[in-house]
């Protein structure tokens, strides 16, 4: 009889929560997250239109890259050689199917 009447306090307080979370996720007319939507996408516009007018005023000196010293630089990569490939199965165990 205990059992039961856990059980049914448990469903009652699950029926109630489950209710309020409908109700605060899916209730109203949408107009207060809409103009959250709008404040975040304006506060964003404004940021990103205050870093653009910090950027513009940049100006990359490109005369270094026509220095001689630049210029006498030499590329010192050396060619990557293929590996053999491994077993197609590098969990089976050895020699198994290989």
Not at 51 to 77: E, G, K
């Amino acid at each position: 009889m205990a059992s039961f009447k856990n059980q049914a306090i448990i469903g009652f307080v699950a029926v109630i929560v489950l209710g309020g979370g409908y109700l605060f996720f899916f209730s109203g007319n949408g107009s207060t997250s809409a103009s959250v939507t709008e404040t975040t996408a304006n506060s964003a516009q404004d940021a990103f239109t205050t870093m653009l007018a910090q950027l513009r005023p940049i100006v990359f000196d490109t005369s270094v890259l026509s220095d001689p010293r630049f210029l006498s630089l030499v590329d010192i990569t050396t060619a990557i050689t293929g590996e053999p490939e491994g077993r197609t199965d590098p969990f089976a165990p050895p020699g198994a199917g290989n």
